[in-house]
């Protein structure tokens, strides 16, 4: 099988003028895609509901590839394509009230064919297929729209079949969370799916890829439109600090002390914390202590023993265990 790159638009290059506009739109109709775009059933009415945030996961690169262009199938300019079978992914970036977003920089990640990431921690490192990409990332024009040419990812142990995605926007919280196959078996025991409490946004992020009308190869198409959340990037921020030494901020090591300070909330909310340790999600918990203040802040303090030792994000949830207004998520190690 013949593979070549065929085009990009994407940050690293900068390749965003209107002739690989056009370059876009055709390769859209030469796939067979260009009616992805207005034929899937429900597309608006799920536009309307916000994509959920969800677990970034341990397996983001550390070291991105040299190539991180949108076509994950063929690395550079190599002959050989990534075993598996070939998936399209595309659709839009949206505002909340359904706008498209110029200039969102989409990441996408996943595994291979064989369940592995490019990634040192993932299993499989070592003997997985080096002709995958694994990583790729595309910007919006004023369309909104992203498209990805991949494949379908490989299983690992105690997930269904998912690709992670990234979305950056000047001035907003960066989004990230997860796109699921329908129909796939564990989809409906994977922890990470099942933990998103709202049913629509659930469903929201469960995609169906459909075969691609006259395409030679065994390709699936997906739409998958992206719905950012209301709350700007300033209204709730979340911070902690090594009151040990706030040099080491944040890194602690276990016996140091911390504060964590809230700001921007209403007055008089409760405050819950949403907890990620070493990637695996631990729900919401809360809500914590006093409300917060006049002002919308909040502070709480104490130290790290030894059983905190890990990898951790936090994020504040405002209000309401399930609210959707949270700040954007920290990170900190405890060692
Ligand atoms: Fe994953």
Same mark, same amino acid.
């Given at each position: ?10 940050? @690293? ?11 876009? !739109?055709?390769?859209?109709?030469? #796939? %067979?895609?260009?009616? #992805? ?9 799920? #536009? !309307? ?19 991180? $262009? ?8 190599? /002959? ?14 949206? $505002? ?8 969102? +920089?989409?990441?996408?990640? +996943? #595994? ?6 490019? +990634? ?18 595309? !910007? ?10 991949? /494949? ?5 142990? %105690? ?35 099942? %933990? ?46 090594? @009151?040990?030494? *706030? ?19 209403? *007055?008089?909310?409760? /405050? ?17 202590? $006093?409300? *917060? ?8 303090? %104490? ?12 994020? *504040? ?19």
């Amino acid at each position: 099988m013949a593979a070549t790159k065929a085009w990009c638009r994407c940050p @690293t290059n900068g390749m965003t003028n209107r002739t690989d506009r056009r370059k876009f !739109l055709a390769q859209l109709g030469a #796939a %067979g895609l260009a009616s #992805a775009f207005t034929t899937v059933p429900g597309a608006f009415a799920q #536009a !309307l509901v916000t994509t959920p945030e969800q677990t970034e996961g341990p397996y983001y690169p550390i070291t991105l590839p040299l190539d991180t $262009d949108n076509d994950l199938l063929v690395i550079n300019s190599n /002959i050989t394509p990534a075993i598996g079978k070939i998936a399209y992914l595309s659709g839009r970036i949206l $505002d909340s009230s359904g706008s498209p977003i110029r200039d969102a +920089h989409v990441e996408i990640w +996943h #595994a291979d064919n064989t369940g592995a990431y490019i +990634h040192p921690s993932s299993m499989g490192y070592a003997t997985r297929d080096q002709n995958f990409q694994g990583f790729g990332r595309f !910007l919006t024009s004023s369309t909104g729209e992203y498209l990805f040419r991949t /494949i379908v990812p490989g299983l690992y142990t %105690g997930r269904t079949r998912h690709i992670h995605m990234k979305i950056k926007v000047a001035g907003r919280q960066d989004l990230t969370t997860q796109v699921y196959f329908e129909g796939e078996p564990m989809n409906s025991s994977d922890g990470v799916l099942q %933990g998103i409490r709202n049913t629509q946004q659930r469903s929201s992020v469960i995609v169906p890829f459909t075969a691609v009308t006259g395409s030679s190869v065994n390709a699936g198409a997906g739409v998958f439109d992206v719905v950012l959340g209301v709350t700007p990037a300033s209204a709730v921020t979340l911070a902690i600090t090594n @009151t040990t030494a *706030a040099e080491r901020t944040p890194a602690f090591r276990a016996g140091d002390s911390w504060r964590l300070s809230l700001a921007g909330a209403s *007055a008089g909310s409760r /405050i819950y914390l949403h907890l990620w340790r070493d990637g695996a999600d631990l729900g919401v918990s809360g809500p914590y202590g $006093d409300f *917060a203040d006049d002002n919308g802040g909040w502070t709480v303090t %104490g130290s790290f023993g030894s059983r905190d030792v890990g990898t951790w994000r936090l994020q *504040a949830v405002i209000g309401a265990a399930t609210s959707e207004t949270v700040s954007g998520p920290i990170s900190i190690t405890i060692a």
